[in-house]
């Protein structure tokens, strides 16, 4: 019986210094926030550029229909968010001011 209690006394022993640890880690981590600096402005389809236009009207985005669209404005960085779709799929174009894709 004394061999139980012992055995039953180290378990938890073990088991509370464990729990203590990953209490110290917890308390150790670091928080970081990051904040999205983008501004995204709903923008008309009939209001977009022309160079806009004609870089979806091109060759490369063939078949795809324009539904929305976004002015982005991150950092230093302003282009136009376009969302498309053909048939079942959807997806999304980021195109600047002169029509030409952004990265």
Do not use: C, H, R
Not at 8 to 23: H, I, K, R, S
Not at 51 to 76: I, M
Request: zero cysteines; glycine letters at 4%; aromatic letters at 6%.
């Amino acid at each position: 019986m004394k061999k139980i209690i012992l055995a039953a006394t180290l378990a938890f022993a073990g088991f509370t210094a464990v729990q203590a640890n990953e209490v110290n880690t917890i308390k150790n981590a670091a928080i970081v926030a990051v904040q999205d600096s983008a501004v995204k402005t709903p923008v008309k389809l009939e209001e977009l550029p022309a160079p806009v236009t004609t870089a979806l009207a091109s060759d490369a985005y063939k078949g795809w229909t324009a539904t929305e669209a976004w002015s982005v404005k991150e950092g230093t960085k302003e282009y136009y968010l376009i969302n498309v779709k053909k048939e079942a799929e959807t997806g999304s174009v980021k195109i600047d001011k002169d029509g030409k894709p952004v990265q």
